[in-house]
């Protein structure tokens, strides 16, 4: 289900875009700089916007800005040869504190109890675990799962945009009271997925290297 593997079909209106930012001499580590200012903006906003449609067209603003600049720093990084391992890693910093200030503006706001945002933000914090910590530990990284993170960016502009039109309550929540609902419980479930594809990439190097050993010592 992730956006991610989408981007190609997006990238004839993102790469102009990347070539433009990189005339203006933004470097891709500074547009992930950018994006967090965008996400602590977001989350400022989703704090304060519970009673106020103002702050929420706000907050929907600076999420959109926050995911465009997100994708947009890979493609600079890509495109223009700017690739480094301090920027893959300040980017990936810089995506957890995003993903932080963005869903607990949204919960500590009021949407939804505070326990529900607990379980959301430790579900997405260790959804991203899983996907670097297959590198880490030999595997391939990986991103799959029902919940990405350009999937969890464009539920919460789609709803926020719907809550700005609609602020009545369904079972007493507002609408992005539910998508933080739906992020804690598909996060979870993205983790558990991420930790079998893992496991399973593991075990299966485990038996090749061990049926390589055996040929060898034939």
Known sequence: MTLNNYR?????ILEPCASALVRTGLTPNRVSVLSLVFAILAGVSYYYSYDNRVYLVAALVFVVLNSFTDAVDGIMARLFNMQSDRGDFLDHVIDRYADTFIICGIFFAGYVHWMVGVAAI????????????AQAVGGTRHYGGIM?????????????????????????????G??????ALTSHFT???????TWGEIEGKKTIKGN????SDK
């Open 8 to 12: 190609p079909y997006v990238s004839f």
């Open 122 to 133: 430790t579900g997405v914090l260790i959804t991203s675990y899983m996907g670097t910590q």
């Open 148 to 176: 990405g993170r350009a999937d969890r960016l464009a539920l919460i502009i789609m709803v926020s945009a719907a809550n700005i039109i609609y602020t009545g309550q369904i079972y007493s929540m507002q609408l992005l």
């Open 178 to 183: 539910w998508i933080i609902v739906v992020i």
């Open 191 to 197: 983790a558990l997925q991420r930790f079998l594809h």
């Open 212 to 215: 390589r050993e055996s040929e």
